[in-house]
């Protein structure tokens, strides 16, 4: 069964568990929550997107997670949000006087694979 997007504002009288205040993950959801008309009552925060994942299984609240973070936590499903569309960027960061070891251009290209995966309008940036 296919389940509907949902518009952030639906969840605004829901309890959330969110990242800790200080993360720019922390900082989008708070924008997005104020753009949708809403203080979110957040009931408990974490720096582990698994952490927030288990806590939404066992009723605790909802979570706002990027894809890239999530797990299929048994009991949670995960629901694609429409509004407002929100994304995130990914940075490898290196050392800049050296070239890349062969595990550091696998890291960098397993990378690339996931945001295809993930983002269908990959545009090969």
Do not use: K, N
């Not at 829901?14 to 989008?28: M, S």
């Not at 009552?41 to 952490?51: G, H, K, L, N």
């Not at 949670?76 to 940075?91: C, E, F, K, M, N």
């Not at 800049?96 to 090969?124: E, N």
Request: charged share 20%.
């Amino acid at each position: 069964m296919r389940r509907h997007p949902l518009r952030l504002a639906d969840l605004a009288d829901d309890a959330w568990v969110t990242i800790l205040a200080g993360h720019a993950a922390r900082e989008q959801f708070d924008h997005a929550c104020a753009q949708s008309g809403f203080t979110p009552r957040i009931r408990f925060q974490t720096a582990s997107y698994d952490v927030a994942q288990a806590l939404v299984a066992t009723g605790y609240g909802v979570a706002l997670v990027s894809r890239l973070a999530l797990t299929g936590v048994r009991g949670t499903v995960r629901r694609d949000l429409a509004d407002p569309p929100l994304h995130r960027s990914i940075h490898a960061i290196t050392l800049a006087d050296t070239t890349p070891t062969p595990l550091v251009a696998l890291f960098l290209a397993l990378i690339r694979d996931v945001a295809r995966d993930i983002d269908t309008s990959w545009a090969g940036r």
